[in-house]
């Protein structure tokens, strides 16, 4: 048994396979890691309604366990179900979010109790958050106006090419007020500033008194690069774009070939 004592993970392209689902041997292998004590951390962009099933398919209610959502804008104690960490976009940017990404022509969305709403549904990456996190999506014509309330995350999302413009007039705009960064060339993430992963993970770690050098993540995407540079044990999927693996001490297999089963495997229960 190593002295690993928090194992945090990225969920699509990490945690799920390609049909975003866990696999029998990576679910087992999850499990048995928190069963031994070790603190399972589920570190993810989605919202919690998206995050959740899978929290519940790996028993994380009943090991003990949390929820890092929005980037790590949000953490829920999955044993306790409450919120023990949470940072806001103040709601006075909604407005100038949406705004400027309708003048870009690209899609901005975020979250309701229920699942996404945004002004253009049938936008193909729009679909694809949907899909990723089994959500619907609701149609509002002004989703400035529609969203009365602070929220931990919007969503800027289009062709890549599209995205590298809005994502440096996105970082003009809110330089110094709000953190925008590409999760995948389709992606902005707009968060509350200093947030995303390794922070929250910090922050939890500390809560919990655990140590980074006791901390293991495992990754392939833009965003997971701060948690991967942060984490004592590193470990990028097979997948992983190669800026996510270019930060990493070690590389494992892709999410269709257990990478993460593997991994806690040979890092957690080799010894």
Not at 10 to 16: H, I, P, V
Not at 25 to 43: H, P, W
Not at 195 to 215: C, D, F, P, Q, V
Not at 220 to 226: E, K, L, S, T, V
Request: aromatic share 8%; with cysteine.
């Amino acid at each position: 048994m190593s002295d690993i004592r928090l194992l945090a993970l990225d969920l699509d392209g990490t945690l799920t396979n390609s049909d975003k689902v866990i696999t029998p041997m990576t679910n087992d292998a999850v499990q048995k890691a928190a069963q031994s004590g070790v603190t399972v951390v589920l570190a993810s962009g989605r919202p919690v309604i998206g995050i959740q099933p899978l929290a519940d398919v790996l028993r994380l209610d009943r090991h003990g366990g949390f929820i890092l959502a929005y980037n790590g804008g949000q953490i829920v104690d999955c044993k306790a179900r409450k919120v023990v960490y949470e940072k806001l976009i103040p709601q006075q940017y909604n407005r100038q979010i949406c705004d400027i990404a309708r003048s870009l022509d690209v899609a901005a969305l975020t979250y309701d109790e229920v699942g996404i709403v945004t002004e253009r549904p049938l936008d193909r990456y729009v679909y694809i958050e949907s899909y990723n996190n089994a959500i619907p999506i609701k149609k509002v014509e002004n989703l400035g106006e529609h969203v009365t309330w602070s929220t931990p995350k919007f969503m800027v999302v289009g062709e890549p090419e599209s995205l590298a413009g809005a994502l440096k007039v996105i970082k003009r705009e809110f330089d110094g007020r709000l953190n925008a960064f590409l999760s995948t060339p389709y992606f902005i993430e707009i968060t509350p500033l200093n947030i995303e992963k390794a922070s929250a993970l910090n922050t939890l770690a500390a809560i919990l008194g655990i140590a980074r050098e006791s901390i293991m993540a495992i990754g392939d995407g833009f965003n997971d690069i701060p948690m991967l540079e942060f984490a004592g044990v590193s470990v990028a999927m097979a997948n992983a774009y190669p800026e996510a693996k270019a930060v990493c001490k070690y590389q494992t297999a892709s999410n269709d070939e257990d990478g993460v089963g593997l991994a806690i495997e040979r890092f957690i229960f080799a010894n």
